[in-house]
């Protein structure tokens, strides 16, 4: 089934305790539509500027990713630097350069329009909007936002949310956004908010799916060397709504299998910086580390 996906398409410097890169391919849109073409097809919608290397077009392009919604405009490519210490669970932004982000009014193509998934990641909640009001007929709909715009834009946050089917946020933001500490009320707070369905995002500590009448808890996959965490949360995404587009449909089980498809996709992103190990991972790849992970599951 089609899905799509709208944000950021960046160059990323960033530095961990393993190690530095400086303008490596990055964006929220770019590391969805990596872990997502494993399980479906996907479009981007997002822009770039004039320095945008051409060879990261064609990365995308030999994965089967859709890119005829990345606009080339005047001006420089939106522009992320990070760093993060420690358990690496919290990126510290150094700096944000909107640059032809400022001026982006996303149209989408009538046929982007009639995507059944689509998944507004994170870029200015009013850019999102933007894009969800185009879609006509989506059967599911998720959305990302950061703690960026729940401080600055909330407003346009809440009328976001009014309108999605789902949210996929990580457990510092779901608590700012609802001003509860504990995670299984924060995410039903947020389900008073609008969406149907909140996934709570725990980095090392997995994920919580959680709906009107069910919380579901699943743990991370462990990895013993984090090099990168940039990404994780849209690779997580992608991995998520990938499989939710190949399936087609989304009870509760499926929803499930989709939250550890999730998982296991993001735990690629975190080996190398950038695109550099998800670009390499293949479905084979996903099932062998998801029958491990299911495995460790049993009990
Ligand atoms: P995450 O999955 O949360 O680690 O997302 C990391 C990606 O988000 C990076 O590649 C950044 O380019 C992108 N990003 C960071 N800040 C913003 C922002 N304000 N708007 C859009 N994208 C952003």
């Excluded at 009538?110 to 909007?129: D, G, V, Y």
């Excluded at 504990?182 to 995410?187: P, Q």
């Excluded at 969406?195 to 709906?211: D, F, M, N, Q, T």
Aim: hydrophobic residues 45%.
């Amino acid at each position: 089934m089609s899905l799509l996906v709208v944000g950021s398409v960046a160059l990323d410097s960033v530095k961990t305790p393993a190690g530095e890169v400086t303008d490596a391919l990055g964006g929220s849109a770019t590391y969805f539509s990596m872990a997502a073409r494993l399980f479906s097809a996907v479009s981007v919608v997002g822009v770039v500027g004039q320095d945008f290397p051409e060879e990261h077009i064609g990365l995308l392009k030999s994965h089967g990713i859709d890119v005829s919604g990345i606009q080339f405009a005047e001006g420089k490519t939106f522009r992320w630097a990070g760093a993060y210490d420690g358990d690496m669970s919290v990126a510290e932004t150094l700096d944000t350069q909107l640059n032809v982000f400022a001026d982006f009014d996303p149209q989408l193509s009538s046929e982007a329009k009639e995507t059944e998934f689509l998944f507004l990641a994170n870029i200015h909640p009013s850019l999102q909007r933007r894009v969800l009001e185009q879609v006509t007929g989506a059967k599911l709909t998720f959305c990302d936002t950061m703690n960026l715009w729940i401080e600055t834009q909330l407003d346009e946050v809440k009328a976001l949310l009014e309108g999605v089917t789902g949210i996929i946020l990580n457990d510092q933001e779901g608590r700012m956004l609802t001003g509860e500490a504990n995670l299984v009320r924060a995410g039903r707070t947020i389900i008073d908010m609008g969406p149907r369905l909140v996934v709570i995002k725990k980095g090392e500590h997995g994920a919580l799916l959680i709906s009107e009448d069910d919380v579901i808890p699943l743990p991370a996959y462990p990895l013993s060397e984090v090099v990168d965490p940039t990404g994780a949360g849209d690779s997580f995404a992608g991995g998520l709504m990938g499989y939710l587009a190949e399936s087609g449909e989304a009870s509760l089980d499926t929803l499930k299998a989709a939250v550890a498809h999730g998982i296991v996709t993001s735990s690629f992103c975190c080996e190398a910086f950038s695109l550099d190990r998800l670009k390499d991972v293949s479905r084979n790849d996903i099932d062998s580390r998801l029958r491990l992970f299911r495995d460790k599951l049993v009990f």
